[in-house]
């Protein structure tokens, strides 16, 4: 008999009550009350389990099924039949019932609540629990939610190299690829390695950004977007940073830094109204169980208008509370997270956009202000995250940009073709990065990056059991 998927069963039951049907999928728990007994079953279909009612006297396998434990796979046909019981209308009546792995007693996810800090140590397994079932499967709705609304806007979806030659961000905090035996270095006549002999006839590392890439496919597209990973070996071991991490990119010709923040901006509310509207049984199990009033906190963050400030008036803001931060506000300071937090939770009280930063602590690529000490560069802080979003309008005039490449040291040579970009039919552009680890934190309320990836990757972690 065909499996009918336990989301179609729960879609509609009334549509199907009367019928044989069957359905597969893992106990969540299994109760025995003498005479009849039930299973949650749940084939990861839907958040939701269908219950399953076994009864002693006319089901064969009644002894073996109601002490299978959770985590046990089965297949059960039976008619489905309106429920007498609360918590769900219909349930199916158990007739067959074929065990594929009854699951041992020392199966680690049993019937309770397991901390996430334990949950973390089982990569492997975790997303059976309800709490990373929610979790994963919004991560899954937002990555589409993003493709919709980028379809929907007239984007190019491009796909910009994982292995690259450049450092985009100049931050130098890239992951080596080679085939150089480690053990042999081949080395040059200065003693230096010669990576002429290496697999690319050159250095080369893992992309930390794809945005010169798309800058360039911006300039023929007009409006293109990468998502995809990227990579930083920051030895920063927060809650919000992973070494692995995927990344929003939309880059957009003929447009400004306003431009840029109201495509940021727009882009978040749609994300958070689609989750609104495809996840309402994960984001209540979230909001119940894991942060409290999240859904009102995104139907908010829908509502908001966001708040637009200057680097240097931020500074302002920040400076007369010097005595509480670890590190104090200053001009020419990059934001620390303190900074952001105190900014966005505090002095706004919501989402916010920080402008116009000091050139020295931003990429080399954006835009010179007319001031000569500021950049068109834009941040997106969000309470419980703080940044989300970093951006710029980038410099199309090939003068200033070579002048700014020499002035940082960066290699003429390698940049050629970046600034051909500007040479040949330059336009304003802007773009913007999201990082999407940090969406998804923020719209379910998660407070460890290493809770909204699968297989999280950071650094050290090797050194814990890991898949
Ligand atoms: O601010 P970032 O470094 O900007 C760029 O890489 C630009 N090239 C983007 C662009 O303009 N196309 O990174 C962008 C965002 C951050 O705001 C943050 O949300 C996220 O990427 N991010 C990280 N997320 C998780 N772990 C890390 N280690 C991250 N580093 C950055
Ligand atoms: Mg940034």
């Given at each position: 008999m065909k499996r009918t998927e336990i989301r179609t069963i729960l879609r509609d039951p009334a549509a199907l009550a009367g019928r044989i049907l069957r359905a597969d999928g893992w106990v969540k728990s299994a109760r025995d009350s003498g005479r009849v007994g039930f299973i949650d079953l749940n084939d990861g279909s839907c958040f939701d389990s269908l219950q399953v009612l076994l009864d002693a006297e006319s089901l064969a396998a009644y002894a073996e099924a109601v002490k299978l434990g959770p985590g046990s796979s089965l297949s059960v046909t039976g008619r489905l039949q309106p429920s007498p019981?609360?918590?769900?209308?219909h349930e199916l009546k158990a007739e067959t019932v074929k065990i594929y792995a009854a699951c041992p007693a020392d199966y680690p996810l049993q019937k309770k609540r397991h901390s996430l800090d334990f949950l973390r140590s089982l990569p492997h397994l975790r997303a059976r629990t309800n709490v990373f079932a929610a979790v994963f499967r919004a991560r899954s709705l937002l990555a589409l939610a993003v493709h919709r609304f980028m379809e929907e806007n007239g984007f190019v979806y491009v796909h910009t190299p994982i292995i690259t030659t450049s450092d985009c961000e100049g931050a130098g905090e890239m992951f080596r690829v080679t085939t150089l035996d480690l053990e042999r270095l081949p080395r040059n006549a200065a003693g230096a390695v010669d990576f002429g002999a290496d697999f690319f006839g050159r250095e080369a590392n893992l992309t930390v950004s794809g945005q010169m890439e798309a800058e360039a496919l911006a300039h023929a597209f007009g409006k293109v977007y990468t998502f995809g990973p990227a990579f930083r070996a920051e030895n920063s071991n927060t809650?919000?940073?992973?070494a692995e991490f995927w990344m929003i990119e939309p880059e957009i010709a003929f447009a400004d830094l306003n431009d840029d923040m109201n495509l940021a901006e727009a882009l978040v509310k749609y994300l958070a109204r689609d989750l609104l509207t495809r996840a309402e049984p994960e984001l209540a199990f979230l909001d119940r169980f894991?942060?409290?009033g999240l859904i009102a906190r995104l139907e908010a963050l829908t509502q908001a208008e966001f708040a637009r400030i200057t680097y240097t008036e931020a500074v302002a803001r920040l400076a007369p509370r010097n005595a509480s931060f670890r590190y104090e506000a200053r001009w020419g300071a990059d934001l620390q997270t303190e900074h952001e937090r105190c900014l966005t939770e505090q002095i706004l009280g919501g989402p916010v956009f920080v402008t116009d930063y000091p050139r020295e602590i931003k990429a080399f690529y954006m835009r010179a202000n007319d001031d000569g000490r500021t950049v068109a560069a834009m941040d997106l802080l969000l309470p419980g995250v703080g940044e989300l979003i970093g951006g710029s309008q980038r410099e199309e005039r090939p003068e200033l940009l070579s002048a700014r490449l020499q002035e940082l040291g960066l290699t003429a040579a390698d940049y050629e073709w970046y600034l051909d970009l500007r040479r040949f039919g330059g336009a304003p552009h802007a773009g913007f990065g999201l990082g999407f680890e940090r969406a998804v934190m923020c719209m379910t309320g998660t407070a460890n990056i290493r809770d909204v990836l699968p297989f999280p990757r950071a650094a050290g972690a090797a050194a814990r059991r890991e898949v």
């Open positions: 019981a609360g918590g769900q209308s809650a919000r940073h992973a894991v942060a409290n």
